[in-house]
């Protein structure tokens, strides 16, 4: 049988260590708990660093786990499940608001619609299940990049397209916008992404109440606003769906 690789076996023990005990540790720390020379305790964190894997604090100097492994960690989560958990309360979702149901994944720089209900009306609609939505402009995204660090990095570093006279496209704006719907809980977009098109999404939580999906309708503006703001019972139908899958999948009441 081939040996093992030492090396890997270091840069599993750091994360190890990293995961466990104090939030963040100092090259010296981690060398000494782990019996390694500093030089090879900081090529080894250096490379995890370069990977995404490890975040060192530009003040203190010390590292702590990045957020490439999070991307790792919601991998576990299989998007069958996700989407399992969500069929029903979907439905309910676009029953009672009267418009299409959408789940979405960070995927690739984008949102990856994994589950469509239609809007429970005669009119023709498209499935799309399948298709991307940009992070940056839509609800979904917003959400997704709120609460998600790699979608915040991934938003934050990827080009932000005027794709309407309304879409955000500054840094700083874009970090305001990222900032509310923290505080809010939900992310909207009002013709940002497509004219006459507004739309409320929420962020859907696993059982370590990590951020694995969003949650949203998408509707003319006419019937998704009340005046300049997103309807109050739709804000609320859909985090109350939001809260229900997050439920289903082990998050707990929050």
Not at 22 to 37: I, M, N, P, T, Y
Not at 51 to 70: I, R
Not at 122 to 139: K, N, W, Y
Not at 166 to 192: N, Q
Request: aromatic share 4%; net charge negative; glycine share 10%.
């Amino acid at each position: 049988m081939p040996g093992h690789i030492q090396s890997l076996e270091r840069a599993a023990a750091i994360l190890r260590l990293l995961a466990g005990g104090e939030r963040r540790l100092g090259l010296s720390d981690v060398a000494s708990s782990l019996g390694l020379a500093k030089g090879t305790t900081h090529g080894i964190l250096r490379t995890l660093q370069q990977e995404g894997f490890v975040e060192q604090d530009p003040v203190s100097g010390k590292y702590q786990l990045g957020a490439e492994l999070l991307r790792l960690g919601n991998s576990y989560l299989d998007v069958h499940e996700l989407r399992a958990r969500a069929l029903v309360w979907t439905d309910d979702l676009a029953r009672s608001s009267g418009e299409a149901a959408y789940l979405g994944v960070l995927h690739q720089q984008g949102v990856l619609i994994v589950h469509h209900v239609f809007r429970p009306d005669d009119s023709r609609q498209v499935l799309e299940v399948g298709a991307m939505q940009p992070l940056h402009s839509t609800a979904l995204g917003k959400v997704l990049a709120a609460f998600d660090p790699v979608a915040h990095s991934e938003a934050a570093e990827g080009e932000r397209t005027a794709l309407t006279g309304r879409t955000v496209t500054t840094a700083e704006d874009f970090e305001a916008v990222l900032e509310l719907a923290r505080a809010r809980g939900w992310a909207a977009d009002l013709e940002e992404t497509w004219e006459g098109v507004a739309s409320v999404a929420a962020p859907v939580y696993d059982r370590r109440r990590m951020p694995v999906g969003a949650v949203g309708i998408t509707g003319a503006v006419e019937r998704v606003c009340e005046g300049t703001e997103i309807r109050a019972r739709l804000v609320a139908a859909v985090r109350d769906c939001a809260r229900a899958v997050s439920r289903d999948l082990g998050a707990g009441r929050f």
